[in-house]
Every structure is written in structure tokens, then in C-alpha cells.
């Protein structure tokens, strides 16, 4: 009996460690606050990348302004923590990607007092391209800011409808991207072909001020067509 509990008791306090080392190896996303001037990003991989990606209305007299934001900030004191500072100050509505480029985790936020819009959208899909590889997205609306995430990288590109952007040319209202033609947010970066299991994908209506959020498995991409 004594020989059992003990045996139990080795059990029970291995897979406590095992549990608790899986357990902390698993990325989260980080922890973002939003303040008019600043924003602040804490619980990222200590020495990595971060990418602030944002789409804002700015209100005038009589119309709105568009702002873009796409900018990289390393953690280089590995504090696991950095800052991005808006200036001038953002009391409007914007709307923020902040990823993690070393981990792939990401947070949505937007400006304190404003709701986060997801859009909802007739068609979206993933095609393949004529080498079989799944590298396409259509899109059904005629203008996006698209952001693609893996754990490692980044890459991003504003759309639009019947432009080179568009790779079917054609201008039917819908925005269909290669992803070839994604740009690297770091440079040097080489570009991917294909989407993977794992990474995200965005897009921000910049128009209405929507997000759609893509969390790729392997399932879909098998369905592409």
C-alpha cells in the first residue's frame, strides 16, 4: 500500500510540472491599453517585433478623414513591453491590429468609448492559384487594408477594386488579393506564396470601418477551390 501511494503520489506531482511546463510554454495575446496619446502593449515575446496596424475616421466640419497606421516597434530592452505614441492625440474612432511578430498572438482594440465593428460579408474565400497552392482571397467588398499574420511575420496591402491591387482586374465590387503581393512589415522579410494552418488574417474596411478576422486551419484551406 505505502509502495502505491508513493508511486501515486510521483505520478500526480510529474504531471502537475509536465501540466504547468506545457501550460507556460503556450503563447497569449498581449495585454493593449489605449490612451489618447499612447498606446501600450505589455506580455510580448521579450525582444520581438510588434506590430501596431490601425484604420481611423478623424471628424471635420463637414466630412471625415481617413488615417493608416502600419508601423513596427522592437521590444529592445526585453522588457517584454513597448509603446507606441500617437501624436497628435487620437479621441476619435480607430480601430488596432497589435500583433506580437515572434508569436503570431494579436489583440483587437479600439479607442476607448468606441466598439470594435466585425463585418459581416456575403462571400469571403480562400482560391488556389494555378500551381495548386492556396495563395488567393476574394473578398466581397471593393476596398480593404489587409493584414496577414504568422507566428515570425507579417505582411499587408491596401486593395482596391479593379486596380493592380486586384488580382482578377476586374472591377465587379469585389477585391480579390495574391498573396504574393503582400509587402513584408519588416524589411527584407521574404513573401509568402501560400496561406498556413496557424496564421490570421485581416482585413479592415477602411470605407465603413469594419474588421474581418480569418483564424486559417487546415480545413479551409483544404476546401479552397
Request: proline fraction near 6%.
Amino acid at each position: 500500500m505505502t509502495r502505491f501511494l508513493c508511486r501515486t503520489a510521483v505520478v500526480a506531482f510529474l504531471t502537475i510540472i509536465i501540466g504547468g511546463a506545457i501550460q507556460a510554454g503556450v503563447a497569449a495575446p498581449p495585454t493593449v491599453t489605449i490612451t489618447a496619446s499612447r498606446i501600450t502593449v505589455t506580455g510580448v515575446t521579450p525582444g520581438a517585433g510588434v506590430m501596431f496596424f490601425g484604420a481611423g475616421f478623424e471628424p471635420m466640419r463637414d466630412h471625415a478623414v481617413v488615417h493608416r497606421w502600419s508601423t513596427v516597434v522592437t521590444d529592445t530592452d526585453l522588457a517584454g513591453s513597448v509603446f507606441y505614441d500617437l501624436a497628435p492625440s487620437v479621441t476619435w474612432n480607430a480601430l488596432w491590429i497589435v500583433a506580437d511578430l515572434s508569436s503570431g498572438e494579436y489583440k483587437v482594440a479600439s479607442t476607448p468609448g468606441y466598439p470594435v465593428m466585425r463585418a459581416s460579408l456575403p462571400r469571403q474565400e480562400f482560391k488556389r492559384t494555378v500551381g495548386g497552392a492556396v495563395g488567393r482571397f476574394a473578398y466581397s467588398r471593393p476596398t480593404a487594408d489587409f493584414l496577414y499574420v504568422v507566428p515570425g511575420g507579417a505582411w499587408t496591402l491596401l486593395a482596391r477594386d479593379g486596380e493592380p491591387t486586384d488580382s482578377d482586374l476586374v472591377a465587379d465590387g469585389a477585391t480579390e488579393v495574391d498573396l504574393t503581393q503582400l509587402q513584408p512589415v519588416v524589411n527584407g522579410e521574404l513573401t509568402p506564396e501560400a496561406f498556413v494552418a496557424g496564421g490570421t488574417l485581416f482585413a479592415i474596411d477602411t470605407s465603413r470601418l469594419d474588421l474581418m478576422e480569418i483564424k486559417i486551419d487546415a480545413p479551409r484551406l483544404a476546401g479552397a477551390q
